[in-house]
């Protein structure tokens, strides 16, 4: 037992002489914190640079206007996000003109235009997605497709996936095989067919 504990000791000092230094310093520890902590907007902008560069090329000429509701810049109309991270549509000629414009006096912008200025940042007014688009349809529509298929499947299971009928299984032949086999071997005589068979006048008692 004491080697033991001995064993225990010299390994516990081995691994405390692994231990850097600058872990058991609480002012170096301090400082590598503050060090990382000044470091974060720098990793943060290079990241988000990096998410750019790769969104960039799939979104056209889309720009990236917020954070939308998963941190992906892709465009989803969302009733509980109504923001999307990215535009409608891309920044056609006919869109930055209009942009332009309405960095004045929105009093000289006509009502086409704002709608249009609308339609170009979002595809849907909040009136349009809550507005009922018969989902009960669609899914209604899924129920009969699945019930239909599992029928279908079924039917052609009984058509080729089965095999014939055993010819001992019908009726013609069980009675066949009740008078030539049961009957004469007295199979059941107290309680199976042979029970309630009259072997003196060769035929079926006649229970009450």
Same mark, same amino acid.
């Given at each position: 037992?004491?080697?033991?504990?001995?064993?225990?000791? #010299?390994?516990?000092?081995? #691994?405390? %002489?692994?231990?850097?230094?600058?872990?058991?310093?609480?002012?170096?520890?301090?400082?590598?914190?503050?060090?990382?902590?000044?470091?974060?907007?720098?990793?943060?902008?290079?990241?988000?640079?990096?998410?750019?560069? +790769? +969104?960039?090329?799939?979104?056209?000429?889309?720009?990236?206007?917020?954070?939308?509701? %998963?941190?992906?810049?892709?465009?989803?109309?969302?009733?509980?996000?109504?923001?999307?991270?990215?535009?409608?549509?891309?920044?056609?000629?006919?869109?930055?003109? =209009?942009?332009?414009?309405?960095?004045?006096? +929105?009093?000289?912008?006509?009502?086409?235009?704002?709608?249009?200025?609308?339609?170009?940042?979002?595809?849907?007014?909040?009136?349009?997605? %809550?507005?009922?688009?018969?989902? +009960?349809?669609?899914?209604?529509?899924?129920?009969?497709?699945?019930?239909?298929?599992?029928?279908?499947?079924?039917?052609?299971?009984?058509?080729?996936?089965?095999?014939?009928?055993?010819?001992?299984?019908?009726?013609? %032949? #069980?009675?066949?095989? =009740?008078?030539?086999?049961?009957?004469?071997?007295?199979?059941?005589?107290?309680?199976?067919?042979?029970?309630?068979?009259?072997?003196?006048?060769?035929?079926?008692?006649?229970?009450?």
């Amino acid at each position: 037992m004491a080697g033991r504990i001995c064993r225990l000791a #010299q390994l516990a000092v081995r #691994q405390s %002489n692994r231990i850097p230094w600058r872990c058991m310093s609480s002012v170096s520890a301090v400082e590598d914190f503050q060090s990382e902590t000044n470091s974060i907007p720098d990793r943060i902008a290079e990241d988000a640079q990096k998410a750019k560069d +790769w +969104w960039h090329p799939q979104l056209g000429n889309r720009d990236i206007v917020g954070y939308g509701w %998963n941190g992906d810049t892709t465009y989803m109309d969302r009733p509980d996000y109504p923001f999307p991270s990215i535009r409608f549509k891309e920044n056609t000629p006919e869109f930055m003109a =209009l942009r332009a414009k309405e960095k004045g006096d +929105w009093k000289k912008l006509t009502m086409d235009e704002k709608k249009e200025l609308y339609r170009c940042n979002y595809c849907q007014t909040i009136v349009e997605e %809550n507005t009922e688009i018969g989902e +009960w349809k669609i899914m209604l529509a899924h129920i009969l497709a699945v019930t239909t298929f599992a029928t279908l499947f079924v039917r052609f299971c009984d058509f080729y996936g089965t095999i014939p009928i055993p010819a001992s299984v019908t009726e013609e %032949n #069980q009675t066949k095989l =009740l008078h030539e086999r049961f009957i004469p071997g007295r199979v059941g005589l107290f309680e199976g067919p042979a029970a309630h068979w009259d072997y003196e006048k060769n035929k079926w008692k006649d229970e009450v």
